[in-house]
């Protein structure tokens, strides 16, 4: 449920900032595994779509408030409904190929913090 995710989200972000400067934190949205083959393994897509959604809204809210950096990878999740070699044998998990997007999103982020 979105309120436990919440409540976990700030004990691990709280956690993360005792030991390191917001700036040496990314966050990083989840992806929409319901668009897989796999994904309706794991319950209604629709709904687990909607509780995607509403969790990376957490994630960014939480981690803005803590000036911690956070990367919406979704979209780009998104595209392995009509790309299939986005994603891994099994069916569910990003391929290579989709991580290779996902870094092209997350680098400059990282770039920016490292000051470079």
């Known amino acids: 449920p979105t309120q436990t995710y919440e409540a976990n989200v700030m004990t691990i972000l709280d956690a993360l ?3 390191l400067p917001a ?3 990314v966050t990083i949205a989840i992806p929409d595994y319901t668009v897989t083959p796999a994904g309706a393994d ?3 897509p629709r709904r687990r779509h909607d509780g995607i959604v ?3 809204v ?3 809210q939480r981690a803005g408030e803590r000036k911690i950096a956070f990367v919406d990878i979704f979209d780009l999740s998104l595209r392995a409904a009509d790309d ?3 994603l891994a044998a099994d069916g ?3 391929s ?3 991580y290779a997007l996902w870094v092209e999103r997350i680098l400059p982020v990282v770039e920016r913090l490292l000051g470079r």
């Open 17 to 19: 900032l005792a030991r």
């Open 23 to 25: 700036d040496r934190i």
């Open 42 to 44: 794991y319950g209604d």
């Open 54 to 56: 509403a969790n990376n």
């Open 58 to 60: 957490v994630m960014e």
């Open 84 to 86: 299939r070699s986005l």
């Open 92 to 94: 569910l998990h990003p």
């Open 96 to 98: 290579r190929a989709q």
